[in-house]
């Protein structure tokens, strides 16, 4: 089957960490991306857990070109098609449903599927998928599952996502089949209600410079 998740592999190469981002009013969505981006992360997950997810993917990807917004928590069909129509250029899962799979051939943006298990990351293979989300990364078993694949599953690209700290990350990059990881500690809340954007900035720099490093 194709589909479009191929194209995926050079935003994952855009920068070592992808911000996993709960915006809760859509006024600070905009402050936030350009805080981010500014400090050298321009791929942005959007999660839909919140009621105004679309208007802040709409938002960010109407004023702030430069940035690579994606919507994540994406379980649907229907949602898959709402994030593209609203700005968001490509989607994560945090699995892969026959549904999913499926509309990967016809759908506008790219899928970027969760998988926790060897069985989970066959199948999604078998759909046409080559770059994945390891979600969720430190509870489906961290570097250590992720090293055992790479041997049976050389081609699989992932980003992994999930418990994941700017203290850990280090260890996930420095593995070959790891392109990028998902973060959710680059917006504290504590921050966003102060609007302290160039805190956000000064997180989003650190994080930026991360480097794998490798071990044995």
Not at 9 to 29: G, H, K, M, N, Y
Not at 107 to 133: Q, Y
Not at 185 to 212: C, E, F, Y
């Amino acid at each position: 089957m194709s589909n479009k998740n191929h194209l995926l592999r050079p935003t994952l190469d855009l920068s070592p960490v992808i911000p996993v981002l709960v915006i809760e009013r859509t006024e600070d969505a905009l402050p936030i991306a350009q805080a981010l981006v500014n400090g050298g992360l321009r791929v942005l997950e959007i999660t839909l857990r919140t009621a105004n997810a679309l208007d802040v993917i709409k938002e960010i990807s109407r004023n702030l070109p430069e940035a690579v917004v994606a919507a994540g928590t994406v379980t649907t069909p229907k949602q898959w098609h709402a994030a593209a129509q609203a700005g968001a250029q490509f989607v994560v899962s945090p699995g892969l449903t026959p549904a999913l799979a499926q509309e990967a051939a016809q759908a506008p943006v790219p899928l970027l599927p969760g998988v926790a298990t060897a069985s989970e990351l066959m199948i999604a293979m078998d759909s046409g998928f080559e770059c994945f989300k390891f979600f969720p990364a430190q509870q489906a078993g961290g570097t250590g599952m992720l090293k055992a694949w790479h041997g049976p599953f050389p081609d699989a690209v992932f980003c992994p996502t999930g418990g994941i700290t700017i203290d850990t990350a280090e260890s996930f990059l420095a593995l070959p089949n790891v392109a990028c990881v998902g973060g959710s500690w680059l917006a504290p809340a504590q921050r966003v209600h102060t609007q302290n954007w160039a805190g956000l900035t000064d997180l989003a720099r650190q994080a930026a410079s991360l480097k794998g490093t490798l071990t044995t």
